[in-house]
């Protein structure tokens, strides 16, 4: 199921599913373990798009470097598709992989068929800077337990944790120091966000998806980001998660429906 592009300054990791003649990308978010490791579960999650589409669910590149920029994330999976002859997609990019989405809707919009955003925002918040801030600390630190609770404590729900809490911690067992260093880069990324004032370049039907119990970036990134679009007579929908958490993607399978029936209109 894993595959491999190669661009011209690196290789990209990802999983293809489903048999559809359209193409629907999923970029995820922050990770502190490899997300392609999750592969036929997300297969599994996304089954309802395999008909209709070919899924492209990307990592970021294999080497990344200090000052990996968001920027440069955006490149690469628009890189990608065109290596991939995807001439235009649906997008669906989730926290840090909806910032990587707005910049690839913004500077390649000939790329972008229609775009959803899930608990992300458009540049850092408040809320996003002290997290991120001490995800930071922790790993710096090589304080994995601690990251990997304050990790699961934030990006879900209270209910979801104490239902699922043992299930959590088994996904981030042996976090080695170099799956800690590129989550220290990928996260350090977020701190240029700066895609607010260029909102108005995108030019397809958005999606905004907010978690009433956003303990990442908060519910007011995404507003936001919808009230932006509004004000810009942009094509757009909002709709918010009430009592489910930044990861309500993960938390609620209806997420998914709802992707599905925004992007069949």
């Not at 502190?32 to 490791?37: A, C, F, M, P």
């Not at 959803?116 to 337990?145: C, D, F, H, I, N």
């Not at 880069?185 to 958005?206: F, G, H, M, R, W």
């Not at 007011?220 to 009230?227: E, F, H, Y």
Request: charged share 25%.
């Amino acid at each position: 199921m894993i595959e491999t592009v190669t661009l011209e300054n690196c290789e990209m990791e990802f999983a293809r599913f489903g048999t559809g003649a359209k193409a629907f990308i999923i970029i995820p978010g922050l990770s502190i373990k490899n997300v392609l490791k999750t592969a036929d579960v997300v297969a599994e999650a996304y089954k309802i798009f395999a008909e209709d589409y070919t899924i492209y669910f990307f990592d970021r590149r294999k080497e990344i470097q200090p000052g990996y920029t968001l920027t440069e994330m955006a490149d690469d999976i628009a890189g990608a598709m065109k290596k991939l002859n995807l001439p235009r997609a649906d997008i669906f990019g989730f926290s840090q992989g909806g910032m990587i989405a707005q910049d690839i809707a913004i500077r390649y919009p000939e790329l972008v068929n229609k775009l959803v955003l899930g608990s992300s925002s458009s540049y850092p918040e408040p809320m996003q800077k002290t997290v991120l801030g001490e995800w930071l600390r922790l790993a710096k630190a090589g304080e994995t337990s601690a990251l990997v609770n304050h990790f699961i404590e934030h990006a879900f729900s209270k209910k979801f944790v104490e239902r699922y809490r043992r299930a959590l911690l088994a996904l981030y067992r042996k976090i080695s120091p170099e799956e800690l260093e590129r989550f220290i880069i990928c996260t350090n990324a977020c701190d240029a966000l700066n895609a607010y004032d260029s909102l108005e370049k995108i030019q397809c039907p958005v999606l905004v998806l907010g978690s009433g119990e956003d303990g990442v970036l908060s519910l007011d990134a995404s507003v936001k980001i919808a009230d932006k679009l509004k004000s810009l007579k942009k094509n757009v929908e909002f709709y918010i998660y009430e009592g489910y958490g930044h990861a309500a993607v993960d938390e609620l399978p209806e997420y998914k429906t709802r992707i599905f029936q925004f992007l069949q209109k």
